[in-house]
């Protein structure tokens, strides 16, 4: 496996005090005494830079996973002409060690990590042989699990808690894909019309970002700008659809607060922006591209730091980076219409 050293902030660990903090106050309602601090004040500081990456390589980042060990699992699109898209482990002291090198033209989308290491990720591709869900298992080697039609745009990728089922967002074809983790056909678990592209946009993209969260499945429309949630039944089926959010054009992958929370920080590819969405549905911008947003991707949250993927894909200088800022709770939960 090949390595390499971007620029990676030293170990970001957490005080016993800030994890509680996180889980009182994401529960908390919003009048309580702890949501009276002062809202005015900044949700996410001290953003930084933790890596760089070099854009013309291809290695513009599209997705992230967190790992028990703090380290991060990336998907890099291979975007330019000629280059291999990738997936990338940066662990928390620096160091960034290439897993999979996939096929120039093909992209790998969306990872996500089951319960004993294995990392699941998704591939685009006009190849029918690799098209479709992948996994590597721990010191195994990329095998493909499930297949997809080729036309599919298979983007974001969720795990159910039990390890079972993995979800796969289809951004062209308005269906959420169910593949079993252990290998098998994939199934379409979700088809419908609040899960297609919208046709007049500019980046006419579906279903995108996908999350299993307190037993429902949360995705979002980039080119409709809504965040839904779908009730996961016991039997596994899909329940109705409901609208968390709208308005939030080019909403890409988000994450939650933390395991319990239903608060929301959104990646706004198409504005350049980081986005709270409440569980009310209200929104909140948070970052800009004055924090040097460009081009968001995913986040991913691990107490109580917030790490941003940039692709860079939109605008030149094209700065693909990966970004991490510390998220103040009193203002996250301060008047959020403020």
Request: net charge neutral.
């Amino acid at each position: 496996m090949n390595t390499r050293k971007p620029t990676l902030n030293k170990r970001l660990t957490l005080a016993a005090a800030i994890t509680a903090m996180a889980a009182v106050l994401s529960s908390a309602p919003y009048a309580s005494a702890a949501t009276r601090a002062d809202h005015h004040q900044q949700v996410v500081t001290h953003v930084k830079t933790a890596a760089t990456f070099d854009f013309a390589a291809g290695e513009a980042p599209e997705n992230i996973t967190v790992n028990p060990d703090g380290s991060l699992t990336l998907s890099m699109l291979g975007i330019s002409a000629g280059k291999a898209p990738e997936l990338v482990r940066i662990t928390a002291s620096g160091q960034s060690t290439v897993l999979v090198t996939g096929y120039a033209g093909d992209a790998i989308t969306g990872n996500t990590r089951g319960h004993d290491g294995t990392v699941y990720y998704n591939v685009l591709s006009n190849d029918a042989s690799r098209s479709g869900v992948w996994k590597l298992a721990p010191s195994g080697t990329p095998e493909r699990i499930a297949a997809l039609p080729v036309g599919a745009f298979p983007n974001g990728l969720a795990i159910d808690p039990s390890g079972r089922t993995l979800y796969a967002a289809d951004s062209y074809k308005g269906t959420v894909w169910s593949v079993p983790a252990a290998g098998g056909p994939a199934t379409a678990w979700l088809t419908e019309a609040a899960l297609e592209p919208e046709a007049s946009s500019a980046r006419p993209l579906g279903a995108n970002g996908l999350r299993f969260h307190n037993g429902e499945l949360w995705i979002s429309n980039l080119s409709k700008g809504t965040l839904l949630r779908v009730p996961v039944a016991a039997d596994g089926t899909a329940g109705p659809i409901r609208v968390v959010t709208s308005g939030v054009l080019g909403i890409d992958d988000f994450n939650f607060l933390n395991g319990h929370s239903d608060v929301v920080f959104a990646a706004l590819h198409a504005s350049n922006q980081i986005a709270v969405v409440y569980p009310d549905g209200t929104k909140k911008i948070v970052l800009t591209k004055a924090d040097g947003i460009a081009s968001p991707t995913a986040t991913a949250v691990r107490g109580n730091r917030l790490y941003i993927t940039d692709s860079g894909l939109d605008e030149a200088p094209h700065d693909a980076k990966l970004q991490v800022g510390k998220i103040n709770f009193f203002a996250l939960f301060g008047d959020p219409a403020s």
